[in-house]
T-cell receptor
Framework: AQKVTQAQTEISVVEKEDVTLDCVYE???????LFWYKQPPSGELVFLIR??????QNEISGRYSWNFQKSTSSFNFTITASQVVDSAVYFC???????????FGAGTQVVVTP | EAGVTQFPSHSVIEKGQTVTLRCDPI?????LYWYRRVMGKEIKFLLH????????ESGMPNNRFLAERTGGTYSTLKVQPAELEDSGVYFC??????????FGSGTQLSVL
C-alpha cells in the first residue's frame, strides 16, 4: 500500500521567514515519482515539481527548494524568504504507475503574513 | 490557452437528489482524471479516461457515481442519489500522454 503523510496541518510565518513543509511517503515499489502541488486561493492545483526515485539530487528553483532523501522516505519542500503570495495549500503526492494516478497527502496550509 | 474548466464551481443539494458535475479539459488532452477531496482530507483518485474510454475507475466509491466522457472531449460525473458523505471538492485534471497534469479549480459539492 502507498501512503503520503504531511503531518503539518498549518504553518504560519511572517514574510521573509523560511518555511519547510514535510512529506513522508510509503511504498514498496522501487520505481516511483514524487510531486509537489500548490493550491492557491483560486482553487486549482498547480504543479511545482516531479522527482523520480532514482534521482536523489536536491533541486532549487528560485525561492523553492526540495530535499529528497530515500533513506528517510522524505521529500521536503522549503520556501526561502516567504512572500504573501506563497500563502496556499501545498500537497505532496506519490505515484508508481503513471503521471496521473496520484496518491496525495492531506496538504499543509501555509499562511504568510506581512 | 484555456485551462481545465469545471462547473458549477459550487453546488448545494439535498440528500437523495442528483447532481452532475462537468469538466472541460484542455483541448488536445487525451487523459482526463477525476479526483475528490473530502472534509479536508487527502485528495483521492476517482478515475481516469483515455479519450472516451475508462482506463481506471478503481477509485470510484460506489455505483451511485457515474462518469462519462462522450466523444473524448468533456466529461461529466453524476452522483445519484447523493448522500451526505459525498460532500467535498471534486477536481478534474487533464494531460497529454506522459505529461504533467493540469487541474481545474474544482467543484465544491455540499449535500445537506
Amino acid at each position: 500500500a502507498q501512503k503520503v503523510t504531511q503531518a503539518q496541518t498549518e504553518i504560519s510565518v511572517v514574510e521573509k521567514e523560511d518555511v519547510t513543509l514535510d512529506c513522508v511517503y510509503e511504498t514498496r515499489d522501487t520505481t516511483y515519482y514524487l510531486f509537489w502541488y500548490k493550491q492557491p486561493p483560486s482553487g486549482e492545483l498547480v504543479f511545482l515539481i516531479r522527482r523520480n526515485s532514482f534521482d536523489e539530487q536536491n533541486e532549487i528553483s528560485g525561492r523553492y527548494s526540495w530535499n529528497f532523501q530515500k533513506s528517510t522516505s522524505s521529500f521536503n519542500f522549503t520556501i526561502t524568504a516567504s512572500q504573501v503570495v506563497d500563502s496556499a495549500v501545498y500537497f505532496c503526492a506519490l505515484t508508481t504507475d503513471s503521471w496521473g494516478k496520484l496518491q496525495f497527502g492531506a496538504g499543509t496550509q501555509v499562511v504568510v503574513t506581512p | 490557452e484555456a485551462g481545465v474548466t469545471q462547473f458549477p464551481s459550487h453546488s448545494v443539494i439535498e440528500k437523495g437528489q442528483t447532481v452532475t458535475l462537468r469538466c472541460d479539459p484542455i483541448s488536445g488532452h487525451d487523459n482526463l482524471y477525476w479526483y475528490r477531496r473530502v472534509m479536508g482530507k487527502e485528495i483521492k483518485f476517482l478515475l481516469h479516461f483515455v479519450k472516451e474510454s475508462k482506463q481506471d475507475e478503481s477509485g470510484m466509491p460506489n455505483n451511485r457515481f457515474l462518469a462519462e466522457r462522450t466523444g473524448g472531449t468533456y466529461s461529466t460525473l453524476k452522483v445519484q442519489p447523493a448522500e451526505l458523505e459525498d460532500s467535498g471538492v471534486y477536481f478534474c485534471a487533464s494531460s497529454q500522454v506522459g505529461e504533467k497534469l493540469f487541474f481545474g479549480s474544482g467543484t465544491q459539492l455540499s449535500v445537506l
